[in-house]
T-cell receptor, first 115, second 115 residues
């Protein structure tokens, strides 16, 4: 079964510092990959997605992620953290072979931005 | 275009009761998926409806049931509520089952508390 691992349930960075949130997937066939953000008491908002075009994917709010097949990773980065980036971030996979459009989510990483 | 709307936003129920949660999909979308997000966890897939038929189910007992209407809105019903059913329930809508190109849009969720 496919799974998603997010290393670090909590990450703290200073405002202006690099943000790096880690995501690894397990799948024999590279799935579609997504990063979602969730603000308190909100639903999920799509940040970016990988669908087998360019391996470096740019998303909203200055975030980007790089798909590395050899490492089965899809880490999320942002060069300079802003206070408004404080939220919970979820990595998700969508198996390519499934007939059900079913996301498999990681357990999330809560990002704290320090002033 | 209207987004995904869920009602109610918050709900408190007593153990053993039944609950119905509602979701209006985004205009033009014919696929609705439901997810359960327990506190501190990533969303877990409950089931999906495509054109009024169930199209896949996650590891949830039969007391979780659903329905999709001709206008593609959907309901999630939970019978015999248990304390562990306390969670944020998310609805996601998409167009068809065509993979990552058909992005899923999430609603704000319904926070269910079982006491």
């Amino acid at each position: 079964a496919q799974s998603v691992t997010q290393l670090g349930s909590h990450v703290s960075v200073s405002e202006g510092a690099l943000v790096l949130l880690r995501c690894n997937y397990s799948s024999s066939v590279p799935p579609y990959l997504f990063w979602y953000v969730q603000y308190p008491n909100q639903g999920l908002q799509l940040l970016l997605k990988y669908t087998s075009a360019a391996t470096l994917v740019k998303g909203i709010n200055g975030f980007e992620a790089e798909f590395k097949k050899s490492e089965t990773s899809f880490h999320l980065t942002k060069p300079s953290a802003h206070m408004s980036d404080a939220a919970e971030y979820f990595c998700a996979v969508l198996p390519r072979t499934s007939g059900t459009y079913k996301y498999i989510f990681g357990t999330g990483t809560r990002l704290k931005v320090l002033a | 275009e209207t987004g995904v709307t869920q009602s109610p936003t918050h709900l408190i129920k007593t153990r053993g009761q039944q609950v119905t949660l509602r979701c209006s999909s985004q205009s033009g979308h014919n696929t609705v998926s439901w997810y359960q997000q327990a506190l501190g966890q990533g969303p877990q897939f409950i089931f999906q409806y495509y054109r009024e038929e169930e199209n896949g189910r996650g590891n949830f007992p039969p007391r979780f049931s659903g329905l999709q209407f001709p206008n593609y809105s959907s309901e999630l019903n939970v019978n015999a509520l248990e304390l562990d059913d306390s969670a944020l329930y998310l609805c996601a809508s998409s167009l068809g089952l065509g993979g990552a190109a058909t992005e899923a849009f999430f609603g704000q969720g319904t926070r269910l508390t079982v006491v």
